[in-house]
T-cell receptor, first 113, second 111 residues
Framework: EAQVTQNPRYLITVTGKKLTVTCSQN?????MSWYRQDPGLGLRQIYY???????DKGDVPEGYKVSRKEKRNFPLILESPSPNQTSLYFC????????????FGPGTRLLVL | GQQLNQSPQSMFIQEGEDVSMNCTSS?????WLWYKQDPGEGPVLLIA?????ELTSNGRLTAQFGITRKDSFLNISASIPSDVGIYFC???????????FGTGTSLTVIP
């Protein structure tokens, strides 16, 4: 089944404790992206990747890192999480150009205390 | 970043009624997209628009790419209970790589 998977689905952590949210897609998609969703603000793009080893900042990259060492994986790293990074995070992927249909993962709900 | 203003913020309608929502931007986009998000899930693409003035349908859904390229509209005809959810517009930047989403329209359909 074609899908985007994220782990963990739920995470509670404390300020400053490094964490990684994994994202994997099995559709051989080139474009991958991370978003955060906050009430009243919609989805905001954090980082995106056009292909392996190619990543670029989105609208709200501060406090986040990503890597794209393999085509299928695009982990989101929070080196020193802060409470303002409490949010719902979505990973997405699309084939070729980002104009193609983006498939979203199920989301990761993060709470930073 | 670029701002996409979506309205209305929420709608409560009777089953069978038509729905209209719109999205405006301070910048020009070359691609407009409409997504629906069900509770607890990620957004799902409903309609993609690639040309100013374009009118595209997907079943009971119809969306239009505004001529100014700074706005887009989504209409749902004869609403049904499964239309409930949050609808987002999104614009793809002129570089073709970065997405900007609207703030969402929450739709409730009363049977």
């Amino acid at each position: 089944e074609a899908q985007v998977t994220q782990n963990p689905r739920y995470l509670i952590t404390v300020t400053g404790k490094k964490l990684t949210v994994t994202c994997s897609q099995n559709m051989n998609h080139e474009y991958m992206s991370w978003y955060r969703q906050d009430p009243g603000l919609g989805l905001r793009q954090i980082y995106y990747s056009m292909n392996v080893e190619v990543t670029d900042k989105g609208d709200v990259p501060e406090g986040y890192k990503v890597s794209r060492k393999e085509k299928r994986n695009f982990p989101l790293i929070l080196e020193s999480p802060s409470p303002n990074q409490t949010s719902l995070y979505f990973c997405a992927s699309s084939d070729g150009s980002p104009q193609e249909t983006q498939y979203f993962g199920p989301g990761t709900r993060l709470l930073v205390l | 970043g670029q701002q996409l203003n979506q309205s209305p913020q929420s709608m409560f309608i009777q089953e069978g009624e038509d729905v209209s929502m719109n999205c405006t931007s301070s910048s020009i986009f070359n691609t407009w997209l409409w997504y629906k998000q069900d509770p607890g899930e990620g957004p799902v693409l409903l309609i993609a628009l690639y040309k100013a003035g374009e009118l595209t349908s997907n079943g009971r859904l119809t969306a239009q790419f505004g001529i100014t390229r700074k706005d887009s509209f989504l209409n749902i005809s004869a609403s049904i209970p499964s239309d409930v959810g949050i609808y987002f517009c999104a614009g793809l930047s002129n570089t073709g790589n970065q997405f900007y989403f609207g703030t969402g329209t929450s739709l409730t359909v009363i049977p």
